[in-house]
């Protein structure tokens, strides 16, 4: 089982990235993914997910309106479209995937938006 995410990086406030994490090893269309991020310091944080079929998705309160997150299931991948990046969204990125008994991680990705 592999998580491996791409896209993170150094980003003045305004702007915009685009995350990507490409999963191989499980069925992929049968979990639900989600984007977590952490700062040193604090607990990691769930900041967006979405169902196995992409019907459904849900975002914490401090992304909505500027967080996009989408999935392939042809590529086996999802995505996080960040816009009207702001600080405190600086922090590691990580993927990750999950049933009602399974949990992968991947080994996240940086994040640094300036001010």
């Known amino acids: 089982v592999q998580l491996v995410e791409s896209g993170g990086g150094l980003v003045q406030a305004g702007g915009s990235l685009r995350l990507s994490c490409r999963a191989s090893?499980?069925?992929?269309?049968?979990?639900?993914m989600s984007w977590y991020r952490q700062v040193p310091g604090k607990e990691r944080e769930e900041v967006a997910l979405?169902?196995?079929?992409?019907?459904?998705?849900d975002y914490t309160g401090s992304v909505k309106g500027r967080f996009i997150i989408s999935r392939d299931n042809a590529k086996n991948t999802i995505y996080l479209q960040m816009n009207s990046l702001k600080a405190e969204d600086t922090a590691v990125y990580y993927c990750?995937?999950?049933?009602?008994?399974?949990?992968?991680w991947g080994q996240g990705t940086q994040v640094t938006v300036s001010s």
């Open positions: 979405i169902s196995g079929d992409g019907g459904v998705t």
């Open positions: 990750n995937a999950r049933t009602i008994i399974i949990n992968y």
């Open positions: 090893g499980f069925t992929f269309s049968n979990y639900v």
